[in-house]
């Protein structure tokens, strides 16, 4: 498996045989991005999260990038205990040692939040890059923003559906913004640039419409696909998280939560001309069930009113207590969903 595809790769040699600087995204770090048993399917979890460890070469350790959980990676597969594990899906690191491998006479550096942990790191490579002691820098999302670098010619993308299809609305909007500030990144001198975008899904709107720089159109096509579901903007949003330790009680007390919005609704709306509208889903498990240790429900309110939301809130909350070694987050007009 090749991180660069070939066209990208020609791409990159006459680049830097002109001349030219390349910036190169890939918004995963690590070596591994999940290590998986072919054997039985095995998928080598976080012991605190529901999500998929990240294997670090340098280190040699396997590492959640949620909790910050490490631990030394499993020799055989932990469940059939037959297999060895395969490592796949490609980081920042196993991205470095294959462009260090097809281009050993240049000079490239990585920035991401393994590499840049000392004093200075950012300024003193952005400053080597600017100078032209940098053919090749490549990185996770901190190398997309505020780059103004006139010699940059290429800009590519390696992966860009990794955000894609995550269970948030904004999932969308997302991609589009990162990869129109990556693009952002090259062309910015008299000779111009390139931006290459590696893809499963080419057809997608944020995909598409983000390689044209066509902000108007993917904001009119994302606008439809909201209204219809009452998504921001055209309603507000509250999300309610429940986590606790002990399952049992975190999913008791989401059924509680969930049992006291009836009778508080029915009081609000009795002396109402006409009905507010509103939405509530719920309780349900969140995308991500389990995160640092903690089973975790969610519950989500939509309305047109959010002084409507506030008095659903301020009615349901109070009723019911919330127990011990349960807790209760109450995130208003959330930026994430998972």
Do not use: W
């Not at 550096?109 to 840049?116: A, K, N, P």
């Not at 606790?244 to 609704?265: T, Y």
Request: hydrophobic share 40%.
């Amino acid at each position: 498996f090749h991180g660069i595809s070939p066209s990208l790769e020609r791409a990159m040699k006459l680049a830097l045989d002109q001349g030219g600087q390349i910036i190169l995204l890939l918004n995963r770090r690590g070596f591994a991005t999940f290590l998986h048993c072919p054997g039985c399917g095995h998928v080598e979890l976080c012991k605190y999260c529901d999500l998929a460890v990240t294997f670090h070469q340098e280190r040699k350790i396997v590492i959640c990038h949620y909790c910050g959980y490490e631990g030394p990676p499993p020799e055989r597969c932990p469940e059939c205990q037959l297999g060895q594990v395969k490592y796949q899906g490609m980081g920042t690191e196993k991205l470095e040692a294959e462009i260090r491998a097809k281009f050993p006479g240049r000079v490239m550096e990585r920035m991401d939040s393994d590499t840049m942990k000392k004093p200075g790191s950012h300024r003193k490579v952005l400053e080597a890059f600017r100078n032209n002691e940098i053919q090749i820098l490549m990185g996770t999302q901190m190398i997309a923003k505020g780059l103004d670098f006139p010699n940059v010619t290429l800009v590519g993308v390696v992966n860009a559906d990794i955000a894609l299809h995550r269970a948030d609305f904004r999932a969308g909007e997302r991609t589009f913004q990162l990869l129109a500030q990556v693009a952002g990144r090259t062309g910015r001198g008299p000779r111009g640039g390139a931006v290459y975008v590696q893809t499963f899904t080419p057809e997608h709107p944020s995909i598409a419409l983000a390689s044209l720089h066509d902000y108007l159109t993917f904001a009119k096509g994302e606008l439809e696909a909201r209204r219809p579901h009452g998504y921001p903007p055209y309603q507000r949003l509250v999300r309610l998280l429940i986590r606790g330790k002990n399952q049992e009680a975190a999913f008791q007390f989401a059924e509680k939560l969930g049992a006291a919005f009836k009778p508080a609704l029915d009081i609000l709306q009795k002396n109402r001309p006409e009905p507010e509208q509103i939405r509530i889903l719920g309780p349900a498990e969140a995308p991500v069930f389990r995160l640092k240790g903690l089973h975790r429900y969610h519950f989500q309110l939509q309305s047109p009113s959010s002084t409507f939301l506030h008095q659903v809130l301020k009615a349901v909350l109070p009723v019911v207590r919330v127990p011990h070694g349960v807790e209760l987050v109450v995130d208003v007009d959330p930026q994430d969903m998972m």
